[in-house]
């Protein structure tokens, strides 16, 4: 059975830090893409940072690039977000991805395949 569990989300006035794990079991995960994405309240899910399956490229959205930083375990299965300098904007969903072997980890939720249950991330002002 195919699992991704994601753990960290909290409340964090802006300027806060916060790290998102997630946790990988039932497929192959050390030649999946790995990725995180969010949804705001009343909208679009977005891709926030991928992390591809060769360990050597990672992708930011625009708006977190030098704020997040995503990295991986191959050893434990597990995918990480480390976010910095949270802003009010950055208070959504955060959702947890596998899937797809291209090169470089895709921004489209349809190249996963899997997706763990969401964790909530709040950043008061």
């Known amino acids: 059975q195919v699992r991704l569990v994601e753990s960290g989300g909290g409340l964090v006035q802006a300027g806060g830090s916060l790290r998102l794990s997630c946790a990988a079991s039932g497929f192959t995960f050390r030649t999946s893409n790995t990725g995180w994405f969010r949804q705001a309240p009343g909208k679009e899910r977005e891709f926030v940072a991928g992390?591809?399956?060769?360990?050597?490229?990672?992708r930011y959205a625009d708006s977190v690039k030098g704020r997040f930083f995503i990295s991986r375990d191959n050893t434990k299965n597990t995918v990480n977000l480390e976010m910095n300098n949270l802003k009010p904007e950055d208070t959504a969903v955060y959702f947890c991805?596998?899937?797809?072997?291209?090169?470089?980890?895709?921004?489209?939720?349809?190249?996963?395949?899997?997706w763990g249950q969401g964790t909530q991330v709040t950043v008061s002002s």
């Open positions: 991805a596998a899937g797809g072997r291209r090169y470089s980890p895709s921004m489209e939720q349809a190249d996963y395949d899997y």
């Open positions: 992390f591809g399956w060769t360990g050597a490229v990672t």
